[in-house]
C-alpha cells in the first residue's frame, strides 16, 4: 500500500482526553479513532492488525476443534430471564418503539445453549465445541483503559459440551494449551500467567490468564516457581499462597485479564433444560465449559507491552505490514528504484507499505516509529550511490546496508 | 470438513414460524439458527457463505480503492442531533444506569464525516473512499422477510469524498459499476436492474440496485430496452415511463432491493461543517457520496433466487463447499477409497464437505440437496466395482460415472 494513499495520518502529540497508553500510541500511529469513550473505529491500519490477531485465534480455535457460528448482539430478554441475568448491570438494554426489550450481548451462554439443545440429542454427539469472533457490548460507566476495556469491544468466546466431568476436564486443559499458543503468537507469552480466579458457585477457581503491565487494573501474585499467579480477588485476609506449591514467597504485578476459562458444568443447561440421552437410554443434563479471550484487548496488551518512546514496535505475527519502504529524495533514480522494490515485494505477496510522501527525511523517521513496522527500507540518493539500501530493525535498531540485488535475502524470500 | 462433525443439522420440515422462503431454506440446510423474528445465528456452513458473499465485495470495493475500517456500532447522539436524525424510528436507543443515551447504528455518515474532517485538511488529499463491512441493527416492528430485513444484519457502507460534481459524479458510475460486478459474482446480475428511486433533498433521482423476486416488498417498472427500472415510489398518478428512453410500455416485477447508492452532495458535510482549503487557500465544502450493499441481504437474495423444491443450488463462487462427498456403505473398500479422495481434495485445498455420516444413501441424497453444494461426489461398492465415482451436478441434475483417477480432471484441478 503507498502510504500517499492511506487514510489515517500520524499524530504527534498524544490525544489529552484519553489516559491510556494503548490508546494513545495506537491514535498517534493513525491504527484508531476514538470516537468516544470506550468507543473507537478501527482506520486501516488498525483493521489490519485486529484481523491479524483474530486470525491467530481462529487458527487455534480451529486446531482444538472449534466450530466457527456467529450468534447476534441482539439479546432475547426471555432467554436472559430464564437464567437470572437479565438484571446484571453489564447489559445494555434497547427499549424498542413497539414495546420490546432486547440486551446486547456480552457473554453468549444465554444464545449458544438453546441453540446447541434444537441441534444435540444423543450421547453420540458430544463433545463438540462451538466460537465465534464477535463485537461485544458491556455497560461501563467509566471507560478509561483505552481499548483493553470498551464499550463494544471484539471477543472470541469458546462453549464446549459433554457428557462427563474427566471430558470437560481434558478439553479444559486443552483449550488452556491453545491459550498459551496464543499468547506465544502474539508476542505476550513471557508476561502472561495462569492465574487462579474465583470459581463462582460451581467450583473452587476458574482461570484467568493475567498478562503483567502497569496499565492492568487487577493486581496478582506470581509464584516464579509454579509459573502461575493468583488473582488479589481470592487471597483472604492473610499472605496469598501458591495454589500449586503452597509457597508463600509471591511477586505482586499489576496485570490485565487477557482471558478466562470456566468449566460452567450444568449452570446453563440446568435451567434451560439442555439433556441429551445416555447409552441406556436416560436423559441427563450436559455439562459445559466457555472460554473467553478478548481480541481488540489482545491488541491493547501488545502496544502496552511492545513499545518504546517513539511507537509501537509491533511483534512480526501481528504487524500491519512486514516492511516499510521509506523513499527520501525526489530524482528519478530514486522513484524508480523505489517503485521497483515495491512492486517486487507485491510480487512476492510481501506485506509492504511505502511511504511515497513528500515529507523531509525526519517526518518519515518519526511516522515510520509510530507506526512500528519491523522492518524498515531506506531507499536516497545517498544509499543508491552504493547500490545499496539502508535496512533497520525496529526492535533491535539494527541497521545495515544492503545491495538492492540482496535485498530479498533480508526479508527472508 | 466431516459432516459427521458439522454442527447443524439439515432439518426435513420447513420450520412453521418461518414465512419466508430465504430463511426457510437456510434453516432447513442448517445454515442459519432462528433466535427471534429479524435476529439468526449464523452456522458453521451459513457463516462460511456469508464470508464468501463479503470477500466477494471487499475485493470489487477494494478495486475501486476503497480502504476498509470499522465504525463502531455505538452511535454518539450529539453527532446525529447534528445532522438532525436522532429521532429517525429506526434507530434503536440504549438508555445506561449512568444517564447516557446511545444508538446503534443503521448507517454511519454520522461517524464517517466527523473522522474524515479530522484528518482530511487540503484539496491534495481528495479523493478518497472508506467503506466498512460491519453489523447495523435496525428498529422492525415486523421483521418477516428472513434475513432480507433482519433487525440486525450485516452490510457494507462505503463512502466517497470529493472536491466537485464532476469527481463525485465519475465516481458514482465507477460504483455503479463494482456494485454489477458483485451482482454477476454471486449469481444474482441478470435479476438485477438500476432503479431510479426518490433522490431526497439533493437530487431528483437516487439509484437502487433491485432484484426481481417474489418475496420483494418493492415494486419496480422495468424498461427492458434500457434495461434499467422504476420504483413505484416515483411514480406519479400517471402511467409510469422509462427515465431514459421515455418508453412507457414497461414490465412490472415484485424486488428486493439489494444495493442503493446516493450522491449526499454537503447533506452532511455542511452540518459538521467539514472543509477543505481548495488551491487558492479558501474553505470549500467538501462533497460525498454513499454506496450501501446488505451482505446478509444479498445472501437471502441468492437464495431467493437459486434453488429447487429439493433445496438451495448454490453458484460456485458462494459455495460454502465445492464438492460434497458422499459415502454410502461401510465396507472397508468403500471407507479407504472415499477417505482418500478426502484427502486428496483437501491437498489440492478443493473444499469438500465428506458425508462419513451413517445415514440410509435416501437420507443422504436429501441432505445434500437441501445443502446444495453444486458438485456432489457419490461413492459406494457399486460405483468402486467399476473403479468408479458417480458425480452429479446440483444444478443441472446431470450425472456421469468417472473413473477414480480422473476425479481431479472433473473438478477441474
Redesign the interface.
Known amino acids: 500500500m503507498k502510504q500517499s494513499?492511506?487514510?489515517?495520518?500520524t499524530i504527534r502529540e498524544a490525544p489529552k482526553d484519553e489516559p491510556s497508553k494503548n490508546a494513545q500510541l495506537l491514535i498517534r500511529g493513525g491504527f484508531v479513532?476514538k470516537?468516544?469513550a470506550g468507543?473507537?473505529?478501527?482506520?486501516?491500519l488498525g483493521?489490519i492488525t485486529?484481523r491479524k490477531i483474530e486470525n491467530i485465534i481462529r487458527e487455534e480455535m480451529n486446531a482444538i476443534?472449534g466450530?466457527?457460528?456467529?450468534?447476534?448482539?441482539?439479546q432475547?430478554k426471555k432467554d436472559w430471564e430464564t437464567t437470572g441475568r437479565w438484571d446484571i448491570?453489564v447489559m445494555?438494554?434497547?427499549?424498542?418503539?413497539?414495546d420490546k426489550e432486547?440486551g446486547?450481548g456480552w457473554t453468549h451462554e444465554e444464545?449458544v445453549t438453546p441453540?446447541a439443545k434444537?441441534?444435540i440429542k444423543s450421547y453420540k454427539e458430544f463433545p463438540?465445541y462451538?466460537y465465534q469472533i464477535q463485537?461485544k457490548?458491556r455497560?461501563e460507566?467509566r471507560a478509561k483503559s483505552g481499548i483493553l476495556r470498551g464499550?463494544?469491544f471484539s471477543m472470541k468466546d469458546l462453549y464446549s459440551f459433554h457428557t462427563s466431568e474427566e471430558d470437560l476436564n481434558k478439553y479444559y486443559e486443552i483449550a488452556k494449551d491453545a491459550y498459551f499458543k496464543i499468547f506465544d503468537r502474539v508476542g505476550i507469552k513471557d508476561k502472561t500467567y495462569l492465574t487462579y480466579a474465583s470459581g463462582g458457585d460451581f467450583s473452587k477457581y476458574s482461570h484467568e490468564f493475567q498478562t503483567i503491565t502497569s496499565a492492568g487494573e487487577d493486581t496478582i501474585y506470581i509464584c516464579d516457581k509454579c509459573e502461575v499467579a493468583v488473582n488479589e480477588e481470592i487471597v483472604e485476609n492473610n499472605q496469598p499462597e501458591c495454589p500449586e506449591c503452597r509457597n508463600k514467597k509471591l511477586r505482586k504485578e499489576k496485570a490485565i485479564e487477557t482471558g478466562n476459562i470456566f468449566k460452567l458444568k450444568d449452570r446453563f443447561s440446568r435451567p434451560f433444560n439442555f439433556k441429551y440421552l445416555d447409552q441406556n437410554g436416560k436423559e441427563q443434563l450436559v455439562l459445559m465449559g466457555c472460554y473467553g479471550l478478548g481480541s481488540s484487548r489482545l491488541l491493547g496488551t501488545i502496544v502496552e507491552l511492545h513499545n518504546d518512546e517513539n511507537g509501537i514496535i509491533w511483534p512480526e505475527s501481528v504487524a500491519p505490514f512486514a516492511v516499510h519502504l521509506i523513499k527520501i529524495g525526489k530524482s528519478e533514480e530514486v522513484n524508480k528504484q523505489a517503485e521497483e522494490i515495491y512492486r517486487n515485494c507485491l510480487d512476492k505477496n510481501i506485506e509492504i507499505l511505502f511511504d511515497d510522501c513528500d515529507e523531509s527525511a525526519g517526518v518519515k523517521f518519526k511516522d515510520a516509529d509510530l507506526i512500528g513496522i519491523p522492518t524498515r527500507i531506506l531507499i536516497s540518493e545517498k544509499t543508491l550511490s552504493n547500490n545499496c539500501v539502508e535496512v533497520k530493525r525496529r526492535e533491535s535498531g539494527e541497521v545495515e546496508m544492503v545491495k538492492i540485488s540482496e535485498i530479498a535475502k533480508v526479508l527472508n524470500c
Not at 92 to 98: D, F, L, N, P
Request: net charge positive; charged share 20%.
Open positions: 494513499k492511506l487514510f489515517g495520518k479513532d470516537v468516544m468507543v473507537y473505529t478501527y482506520l486501516p483493521l485486529l476443534g466450530q466457527e457460528i456467529l450468534m447476534p448482539a441482539l432475547n448491570d445494555m438494554k434497547i427499549k424498542t418503539s413497539y432486547f446486547l444464545v441453540l434444537k441441534y463438540f462451538l463485537n457490548f455497560n460507566p464499550r463494544e
